[in-house]
C-alpha cells in the first residue's frame, strides 16, 4: 500500500494523474482546492499560493521581514540627525540616556506593535478590531503616513538631483566663480583656475585666510543649495515658480518607489537585499576614508568626548527619548503593516530586538562617519568643529558636500554618499507607501481589490506625487520643513500613548499577554509585561510634557514664519489626532444599545471577528469566533488535549484503504480517502 500511494503522490507531483479508482476525480481535485484555498484565506478562483496566507500574501523569508523593517527604521534621520544631538548633548555621556531610553521605551514599544500586527495579519485599519472605538488610532496613523510621504519623497528627490550632478569631473559646488554666487561666497579652495598648481595653492591659502578672517561666510554648496537648486523666495507664501529640474527627480522618484511595490511585499521584499544593506557599505568605505583625513580624529572626538554634567539636564533625556521614539518608526503604522505580512508563529519578540538595536548602532556609526569627514573640514579651515557641524537638510546638502569637495575624486565620494542617502529614503518610503495601500486594501477586502492591489498602489503614488507638487516650488523648502516639523511630531506621541493605554487597559493586559503566547509559544517576558502597562507609558508622557515645554516656533536660517503658517502646522498636527475622538463619538452613536453607556461598553469590546486571520489558528476562546464571553485557557492543556488526537491519527490510517495527504500551503494537512 506504500508504494501505491508513493506513486500516486509522484504521479500528482509532476502534473500526471489517472483516474483508475485509486485517484480522486477532476472535479474532487477541484474541490479539495477549494477547501484548501478557503482554510488559508486565498480568494475564490485564484491558484493557491505558497503563502501561509494565500489571501494577503507573506514575506517569502524572514530575512525580508528584517531587512525591510531594518530600512524602516534606519532612515535620514539616523545620519542627519543623530550627530547633531549626540555632540549638542554631551557627546559620549548622551549615549547613556540614549540607550536607557531605547531599552525602557524603544525596544517595549517596537515589539508591541510588531506582536499587534503579526497576531491578526491586518494593516493599521484592521487591527483596531480589539476595540473598535479605537479605530481613529488607525486613521491617525495613516495622516500621519500620508505627509511623511509626501515630504520624505521630495527630500529622496534632491538626493537624487544631487547624485546626478554629481556625475560630472568637477562638483558644481566648489568654486565661488558660477553665475549664482553672491560677493559674499567664500570657497576652502579659493577660486578655480586651470592648469596652474601654483595659483591653486595660493588661492587654497588665500580662501582660507579671507573665510577665518570674515565675519559672515557663505560657502559655496551654502549658495548652489539656496540659489541654484531651490532658487528660494523670500517667504513661504510666495511660492514662485515650480522647480523643473526637481519636480521631473520627484517624478523618478516616485516611479522607482512603485515599481519596488508593483507586487507588494513579494517585489519589495527582494529589492530590500540591495536597499537596506548597501547603505552599511557606504558609509564603511566614507569611515574608512574619513579616518585616514587629517583632523578626523579631533572631529570624533569632538563626537564622542563625555560631558557628564549634562546628564542632569532634563532636555538631554528629553532628546533621547524623542530619537528613540521618532527613529523607530513608532506609531506611524509602519510596524503594525510590515509584521502583517508575517507568518502567524514567526518570533517577532526576536525580530524586535535585532532590529531596534541595529537601528541604534547604524545610528552610532553614522556619527563616526560625518564627524571624521566634519573634523577634516574644520581643520582646514583652522576652526572649531563647532563651526562646521549641523543637522538636517543642512548637513545632508551643504555641510557634508563641502567637505567632500576637500577630497581627492571628490565626485566619486559625492555619487557614493547621495547614492546613500536616496538607499536610506527609499527604505522608509516604501513602508510608508505599503502602509497606505495595505490600510485601504484591507479596509474595503473585495477579491477585486486584492486582485488589483497594484492599481491601488498606483493611485497613491499618483496622489502623492501630486501632493508632492507645492514642495518644488521655491517655497517648497519653507512648507517641508513646517510639514516635518508640525505634521509627526507631538501628534505620534499621543497616537501611540492611546495605544498602549488601549490595548493594555482596554482590551486587557492579561488577554493581550495569552494573545502573544498562543502566538510564539511563550508569553511576553515579564519585563516586557511591565514597560508596556507602566514604564512605555509613562516615557511617552513625558515625551509629550518635554515637546510641550520645549516648543518654538519653527525658524529657517533667518528666516522667521508668519503666524499664519504656524496655524496652518498646528492644523496639520491636530488632523491626526481629531481622528480619534471624532470616530470614537460615531462608533458610539451607531453601536447597538439604548442608553449611552450600553452603547459605550457594547464600542470598546472585541469585535467577534478579532483574533487570528486564519482558522486554523483560532484556538482556544478564538475557536467559537471571538473573545467575547469565552474563558481563556492556558495552552499548556490545548497541548495536553492534542496528544490523544495524535495518538489516533496512526489508527485512522491504517484503516484507509488509500490515503492521499495533500500539503497546504498554509502547513495544514487535509487527508481524503478513496475506496479502491
Avoid at 484591507?442 to 501630486?466: C, M, P, Q, S, Y
Avoid at 461598553?601 to 475557536?623: F, N
Wanted: some cysteine; proline content about 5%.
Amino acid at each position: 500500500m506504500e508504494v501505491d500511494r508513493k506513486g500516486v503522490n509522484e504521479e500528482r507531483a509532476s502534473g500526471t494523474e489517472r483516474n483508475d479508482g485509486c485517484c480522486p476525480t477532476m472535479f474532487e481535485s477541484n474541490s479539495i482546492v477549494a477547501y484548501q484555498a478557503n482554510q488559508n484565506g486565498a480568494v475564490p478562483g485564484e491558484q493557491v499560493k505558497k503563502d501561509e496566507n494565500s489571501r494577503r500574501g507573506n514575506w517569502g523569508n524572514q530575512i525580508e521581514f528584517v531587512l525591510t523593517s531594518v530600512g524602516y527604521a534606519v532612515g535620514l534621520g539616523n545620519v542627519w540627525r543623530f550627530p547633531y544631538l549626540c555632540y549638542r548633548n554631551g557627546g559620549g555621556a548622551f549615549m547613556f540616556p540614549y540607550f536607557i531610553m531605547l531599552v525602557f521605551c524603544g525596544i517595549p514599544l517596537f515589539f508591541l506593535e510588531l506582536s499587534f500586527g503579526q497576531f491578526t495579519s491586518l494593516g493599521c485599519l484592521g487591527v483596531w478590531k480589539v476595540s473598535p472605538m479605537f479605530k481613529g488610532v488607525g486613521y491617525g496613523m495613516m495622516v500621519v503616513s500620508t505627509y511623511i510621504g509626501i515630504y520624505y519623497n521630495v527630500v529622496i528627490c534632491i538626493a537624487f538631483y544631487y547624485f546626478f550632478m554629481s556625475m560630472t569631473n568637477l562638483l558644481p559646488w566648489t568654486y565661488c566663480n558660477n553665475p549664482w554666487n553672491t560677493p559674499d561666497c567664500s570657497g576652502v579652495l579659493g577660486t578655480y583656475r586651470a592648469n596652474a598648481t601654483l595659483a591653486n595653492v595660493t588661492a587654497v591659502v588665500s580662501g582660507v585666510t579671507e573665510m577665518v578672517n570674515r565675519t559672515k561666510r557663505t560657502s559655496p554648496s551654502e549658495e548652489y543649495w539656496r540659489n541654484y537648486v531651490l532658487n528660494i523666495s523670500d517667504g513661504i507664501g510666495n511660492f514662485g515658480e515650480v522647480r523643473l529640474p526637481i519636480l521631473g527627480c520627484l517624478a523618478v522618484s516616485w516611479l522607482v518607489v512603485f515599481l519596488c511595490l508593483i507586487r507588494g511585499v513579494k517585489s519589495s521584499g527582494k529589492v530590500v537585499y540591495f536597499t537596506a544593506t548597501f547603505p552599511y557599505v557606504v558609509l564603511t568605505i566614507l569611515f574608512i576614508r574619513g579616518i585616514t583625513l587629517e583632523g578626523a580624529i579631533s572631529g570624533i572626538k569632538y563626537y564622542l568626548t563625555p560631558q557628564w554634567q549634562k546628564i542632569l539636564d532634563a532636555k538631554v533625556w528629553g532628546d533621547a527619548a524623542s530619537q528613540i521614539f521618532y527613529s523607530l518608526g513608532c506609531a506611524w503604522g509602519g510596524l503594525i503593516t510590515m509584521a502583517s505580512y508575517n507568518k502567524f508563529h514567526n518570533n517577532c519578540f526576536r525580530d524586535s530586538i535585532i532590529i531596534s538595536v541595529t537601528n541604534c548602532a547604524t545610528s552610532v556609526y553614522a556619527g563616526f562617519v560625518i564627524f571624521s569627514i566634519l573634523g577634516f573640514m574644520a581643520h582646514h579651515l583652522g576652526v572649531d568643529v563647532s563651526q562646521v557641524a549641523d543637522h538636517g537638510p543642512g548637513l545632508a546638502f551643504v555641510a557634508y558636500p563641502e567637505a567632500l569637495t576637500l577630497l581627492p575624486i571628490s565626485p566619486l565620494w559625492s555619487l557614493l554618499f547621495f547614492f546613500m542617502l536616496i538607499l536610506l529614503g527609499l527604505g522608509t518610503q516604501f513602508c510608508l507607501l505599503e502602509t497606505l495601500v495595505t490600510a485601504i486594501v484591507d479596509e474595503i477586502g473585495t477579491d477585486w481589490i486584492i486582485r488589483n492591489k497594484t492599481i491601488i498602489t498606483l493611485g497613491v503614488a499618483i496622489v502623492g506625487f501630486l501632493l508632492g507638487v507645492p514642495l518644488t516650488t521655491q517655497a517648497g523648502i519653507y512648507w517641508l520643513l513646517l510639514m516635518d516639523n508640525y505634521a509627526a511630531s507631538f501628534s505620534l506621541v499621543i497616537i501611540s500613548c492611546i495605544m498602549c493605554i488601549c490595548i493594555m487597559y482596554v482590551y486587557g493586559h492579561r488577554n493581550y499577554f495569552r494573545d502573544v503566547e498562543m502566538m510564539l509559544g511563550f508569553p511576553p517576558p515579564i519585563f516586557f509585561r511591565i514597560c508596556w502597562r507602566f514604564i512605555s507609558p509613562l516615557i511617552i508622557t513625558f515625551i509629550l510634557i518635554f515637546t510641550v515645554i520645549q516648543y518654538k516656533p519653527i525658524t529657517y536660517n533667518d528666516y522667521v514664519y508668519p503666524n499664519w503658517s504656524l496655524v496652518i502646522g498646528f492644523c496639520m498636527a491636530l488632523s491626526s489626532v481629531i481622528c480619534i475622538p471624532i470616530y470614537a463619538l460615531f462608533k458610539i452613536a451607531t453601536s447597538d444599545g439604548s442608553t449611552f453607556l450600553e452603547r459605550l461598553k457594547y464600542s470598546l469590546k472585541p469585535d467577534p471577528s478579532w483574533g487570528p486571520a486564519l482558522q486554523e489558528h483560532r484556538k482556544g476562546r478564538y475557536a467559537t469566533g471571538g473573545p467575547e464571553g469565552v474563558e481563556v485557557r492556558p495552552l499548556k492543556e490545548e497541548l495536553k488535549e492534542k496528544e490523544p488526537e495524535k495518538e489516533k491519527e496512526p489508527e485512522k490510517e491504517n484503516k484507509d484503504d488509500i490515503g492521499l495527504t495533500i500539503q497546504g500551503s498554509n502547513g495544514s494537512t487535509l487527508n481524503t480517502t478513496h475506496s479502491a
